[in-house]
């Protein structure tokens, strides 16, 4: 707002708390290597904020004048704090194999990149959550089923393309070739999307100021690792989270499982599709693929249950659940094979769409990527490029999902006693499950989907105790 001579007279104060927040930052990071770093960009933001205030007694055009050196291309405040913060990561490169030079060229001219979802930016108390389509697009709209057709489609001429390279994967890691190939159509569309990102900068920006800096961090250093080992910093395009190359790693994870399937002598995640396909593979394998198992099987809930017995606490034998009254929807008998197999309840819409029975396997794709839309896409696609077809049960439109929405709903659940043990604003299974109770508790629909409907219930109640 302005005041009565017409001068801006909040912005000192929101200029003030974002210097504030750049020390924090540094603060975050309790290094002894940080000292220095903490005590040099202090003193530089203590004469920034004293030049400000000067600015400010002196009218409009001077304080346009601050704001352009504040807000301009070089954004010097964020630059003297980042540049501090990187040059501080030097000891741990430097530990880690990765020489001086690798170590300047990978910082040089670097600047944080705010478009970026899953950040903590200044004057905000919750992440940005933009451009994360797992947690924000409703669905019906993710699991679209003319993209999963035209991908199924793409995936079976592959699997004949690329058959003795997926029989010898299969033979190796015991992960089957559908499942392979749908890892790399939902993460680049076989080849064909193009990461827009600098992996440096996008790591750089999380381990400044993203949600999960310890862990970003980390990934940083590994990603200079991979410049110094050879790699040139044109093939290291990434998505927001630093995921690199066709099947979508991060540097830790290259280190981890890549490999080189074509025995080139180079590990290529970029252009060699045997490699990706190989390491990708090798990665499911390594977080607990079941040899010979499918992800799951779409279910019908019978009337005597409902959708608040899903997540892995409800994990039970699929015996006991056709017990219980479930079905495959298609009228077919489960596999006798898989009867005494451990299976949750998953409902990724709630009661808005399929249900199904989920198997161990669909637990290690969330270990590919944690999201319950992701692995429900992925195995899905799989079963298409091995002759199954569409979901049975329709998704019904029920608009994206609301951050705001689902952090107040969390918040009610768990201050009324429910087992939400962090408000992530995130809809996952036990959110769901916990939803559920509460509507069966409250007497209300049970629909197991946070909705405005029950965010004003919550409301309501909490202001009767």
Known sequence: MAGDNGMITHDRKLNVQGLGWHLRQLRHHRSPRMAAARTATAQYYR?????????????????????????????????????????????????????????????????????????????????????????TREPREYLNASYLDKLARQGKALAARYKSDLDAIEKTHGVDRYSVLAIW????????????????????????????????RKELLLAMKMLEDGIPRAKLKSSWAGAIGQTQFLPSEFYSHARDHDRDGIINLFD????????AARQLEAKGWVRGRTWGYEAT?????????????????????????????????????VMDDAAYLMSPAGAYGPSFLALENFQVIRRYNTSDLYATFVGNLADRIAGGGDFLTPWQPIGPQRTRIIRGVQKGLQDAGYGIEKIDGF???????????????????IDCWPTEAVLRHMSKAAERR
């Open 427 to 445: 809809i996952g299974s036990n959110t769901r499950r916990q939803v559920g109770a509460y509507q069966k508790a409250n007497g209300l629909k």
């Open 185 to 216: 159509g939902r993460e680049t569309a076989f080849g064909t999307y193009k990461l827009p990102h600098d992996a440096i900068r996008v790591l750089a920006t999380q381990a400044y100021m993203g949600r999960r800096k310890d862990f970003f």
């Open 272 to 279: 060699s599709v045997p490699d990706a396909l190989a390491s």
């Open 301 to 337: 809930i019978p009337a005597a249950s409902d959708c608040s017995l899903e997540g892995p606490p409800g994990s039970r034998k699929i015996r006991e659940w056709v017990a219980l009254g479930y079905k495959r929807p298609s009228g077919r008998p489960f596999p006798e094979a």
């Open 47 to 135: 004469t920034m904020q004293q030049s400000f205030v000067g600015l400010a007694r002196h009218g409009f055009a001077a304080v346009l004048i601050m704001l352009f050196a504040m807000h301009g291309p070089a954004d010097a405040r964020t630059d003297a704090a980042f540049r501090a913060w990187l040059e501080a990561l030097w000891p741990d490169a430097q530990a880690l194999g990765i020489g001086r030079r690798t170590f300047d060229a990978a910082i040089s001219g670097l600047e944080p990149d705010r478009s970026l979802p899953d950040l903590i930016l200044p004057g905000r108390d919750t992440p940005t959550m933009k451009g994360q389509a797992e947690f």
